[in-house]
């Protein structure tokens, strides 16, 4: 048995609690893009969001929706980095305790964040260790509820906000372009898409190091791979959801995929000529649109840029490479 799958109605629900909660993030736009694809891109700017992600809405979404017992009882999750500290950030606004299972190598900038949040932080060995497993067992022990990064109706249903605020702030598109690892931020923007852009090709895009998102697509079913080694760290999961599959599998036109050096490209496209600060998964999105991995001219053109949250030292580096 498997629990229902998140709709539309899910998103405009997800929409009210966040109202005044959540920034309404800008949508900005650039001359040179569009020089450079022929399109008319729109860049949705979730890098300005609160905890500098995306992952605030999902987080916020579903630590509210919890009934008090549950709230009580506190909340643990397993995370690369920015839902840590979504989650984090959202169980103090809410007064909920937060246990926060990190690997032992996630960037110390995203560390600090989510225990400057106040979240209590368990490490983990992201090789050698299974995530899902360590979180279960703390779960068990406390009777904390597990907040997955994705795979959760009301973590879907947050994350498609920022996709339909884009909507209605720029009316209909030719297509959107989504990063994705699990697969949370994309199926809740397809689910607005369908809903608000009838007619919108939605493309997923994730690093080419960790493809598992396409394979899956091609395959008709949710292919696992070893984790993936790539700059873009918030997108290297080892397979999509059981509720973010199906939900892609009926919404999203392709998945397509883009190497390291293309994020970094991007990354300095963003710093030199848009003035903003995104962290390579954030990149993902754009590079797929600006490096012609999918060719949009004459389109209108949707770009969701997912995250800001560099640590500065490899920022650095990498915009000096
Ligand atoms: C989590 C994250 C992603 C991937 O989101 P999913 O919902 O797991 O697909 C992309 N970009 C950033 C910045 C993230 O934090």
Redesign the pocket.
């Given at each position: 048995m498997s629990a229902a799958l998140p709709t539309y109605e899910d998103v405009v629900r997800a929409s009210e609690v966040l109202a005044g909660v959540a920034h309404r993030t800008p949508v900005l736009t650039s001359s040179t893009a569009d020089a450079r694809t022929g399109a008319r891109v729109f860049f949705k700017c979730e890098n300005f969001q609160r905890m500098g992600?995306?992952?605030f809405r999902g987080g916020y979404n579903a630590i509210a929706r919890l009934t008090p017992g549950q709230r009580a009882a506190g909340v643990v999750t397993f995370s690369s980095?920015?839902?840590a500290q979504a989650i984090a950030l959202a169980a103090r606004l809410l007064g909920v305790r937060a246990t926060i299972i990190m690997p032992h190598d996630a960037p110390a900038a995203k560390r600090a964040a989510t225990e400057g949040y106040g979240g209590q932080v368990v490490t983990y060995d992201r090789y050698t260790d299974d995530r899902e497993a360590v979180a279960r067992r703390i779960q068990a022990e406390t009777g904390a509820t597990l907040i997955p990064?994705?795979d959760h109706r009301d973590v879907i249903a947050g994350?498609g906000t920022a996709a339909k605020e884009l909507f209605e702030e720029v009316g209909p598109l030719d297509a959107l372009f989504v990063?994705?690892?699990?697969?949370?931020?994309?199926a809740g923007s397809a689910l607005a898409a369908e809903a608000l852009s009838p007619g919108c090709q939605v493309y997923g895009v994730e690093p080419e190091a960790g493809n598992d998102g396409q394979q899956s697509l091609r395959k008709g079913e949710i292919v696992r791979i070893a984790t993936p080694k790539s700059l873009a760290d918030?997108?290297v999961?080892t397979h999509l959801g059981e509720l973010t599959f199906p939900v892609i599998q009926r919404l999203v036109s392709d998945i397509v995929t883009v190497t390291d050096a293309q994020l970094v490209d991007t990354m300095k496209f963003f710093a030199e000529r848009m003035k903003i600060v995104v962290?390579p998964?954030?990149c993902?999105s754009t590079a797929a649109v600006l490096q012609h991995v999918v060719a949009m001219p004459g389109k209108r053109v949707g770009v969701i840029i997912?995250?800001g949250?560099v640590d500065l030292a490899a920022y650095a580096r990498l915009l000096a490479a």
């Open positions: 992600a995306f992952k980095g920015n839902h990064p994705y994350q990063c994705l690892g699990g697969g949370g931020l994309l918030g997108a999961t962290e998964t954030g993902l997912s995250g949250n």
